[in-house]
């Protein structure tokens, strides 16, 4: 059976969306699909058996631009062109092209990573209200925390109400795949027409390097740069709160420094002289090193204050034997449900709670510590078994 891909981005280019796709592709390969990916990443990681299409138009940075191109006659012709030679189209991301494939009556089964259908900014934010104007003006916020951009903030409050025209592209696929409960619960209460169609499948895991020992000093690491949604500002407050009776903690923060304000680097850095502990600054990181270094940390700090769907930094975490202090938040809670790393959760935007759970950590004797990573990595290899997800897959994939 033969199987086209559709993914504006693809692995390493983008983060936790991209790398499931990635995995899920090796998995249909693996199953005998006959597998072509079309994608805007100029070098994407390749898979043996795997066609690669580049197609430049996925990378029109402004959003209604890309859309209108795939929508305009001679784009439509060439992916009609292609799509004929297919059986099923699969779209993690490229929702345009889902009317396209249904006129040609192909099997469409679109994946959803993100709220793309019901947020024009693809997040939603962990205290969330229903409403036209309540999404406007939470555009309007993200832009200008999460972007610094006054610009951008006024353009993407204006293009909230085009999200419907994503939104009637998705309710055309034939399956719609939520990677947790959680987020198929929120697109179905945000979008009602949608909820009969959807399926929930989990992502697979990556393969992960062996388990290295702790460092020796207590260590926690923060992954998610300077990203308002992925809790920089809390992890900042919470670190400090920390540092006030354990001085001697090292945090190494890895991400881009796009989000991080310089005034909160100068801060970071002059506590850094100042304290026995330090802020190490480590930038992206190839995805092996990222994983080394989960593995070699006490805990893996994850504050987001968006539903983030299923974040892979929890996974990676229990994956590599260390303890995730995480948001009670989007697909969390299903990652860590009936291990030591739910008890580790606190409220999202709750510094003093994340803080308490960083103390706890550090309470732990490191026998203790490397006994609940063990079992840590044995729960998650066993909720997310790449054979029973390859099974869920195919099921969905076969109607």
Not at 105 to 131: C, E, F, W
Not at 151 to 160: E, K, N, W
Not at 301 to 317: D, R
Request: charge should be positive.
């Amino acid at each position: 059976m033969s199987l086209l891909v559709i993914s504006e981005h693809f692995w390493p280019e983008g983060s936790g969306g991209t790398l499931a796709t990635y995995l899920i592709t090796k998995l249909l390969v693996a199953c005998n699909f006959k597998v072509t990916v079309i994608t805007g990443t100029r070098n994407p990681a390749k898979i043996s058996g795997v066609d690669f299409i580049i197609d430049e138009a996925f990378k029109i940075s402004n959003k209604p631009a890309r859309w209108l191109y795939f929508l305009n006659p001679s784009a439509k012709k060439r992916y009609k062109s292609l799509m004929k030679k297919f059986d099923i189209i699969y779209i993690p991301y490229g929702y345009p092209l889902v009317s396209l494939a249904k006129e040609l009556d192909k099997r469409v089964i679109v994946h959803l990573h993100d709220y793309q259908p019901i947020a024009y900014n693809s997040t939603i934010m962990h205290n969330h209200r229903n409403g036209l104007v309540y999404d406007i003006k939470t555009e309007l916020a993200y832009e200008l925390l999460e972007h610094d951009s006054i610009r951008r903030a006024i353009a993407g409050s204006l293009l909230v109400p085009i999200t419907t025209l994503c939104r009637t592209w998705v309710s055309g696929a034939d399956i719609i795949i939520c990677v947790s409960r959680r987020q198929a619960e929120i697109i179905s209460n945000k979008a009602p027409q949608l909820a009969h169609k959807i399926r929930v499948v989990y992502n697979p895991l990556p393969e992960t390097p062996p388990v290295e020992e702790k460092f020796e000093n207590p260590t926690f690491t923060y992954a998610g740069g300077g990203s308002y949604v992925k809790g920089f500002h809390i992890f900042i407050k919470a670190s400090l709160n920390v540092l006030k009776h354990r001085n001697n903690v090292s945090f190494m923060l890895t991400g881009g420094l796009r989000g991080f304000k310089h005034q909160h680097i100068r801060l970071l850095k002059k506590l850094s002289n100042s304290l026995t502990g330090s802020f190490k600054f480590l930038g992206h990181l190839p995805y092996e090193d990222v994983l080394r270094l989960y593995s070699k940390s006490h805990a893996v700090l994850v504050p987001s204050i968006w539903e983030e769907p299923l974040p892979y930094a929890v996974m990676e975490a229990m994956a590599m034997g260390t303890i995730p202090i995480a948001s009670r938040i989007g697909g969390i809670p299903e990652i860590v449900k009936g291990t030591y790393a739910e008890g580790m959760m606190f409220t999202p935007g709750n510094f003093n709670e994340m803080a308490d759970r960083m103390r706890e950590v550090l309470s732990l004797p490191e026998d203790q510590l490397v006994d609940i990573g063990c079992k840590l990595r044995e729960a998650v290899l066993r909720r997310f078994n790449n054979e029973i997800i390859k099974r869920q897959l195919l099921k969905v994939l076969g109607g």
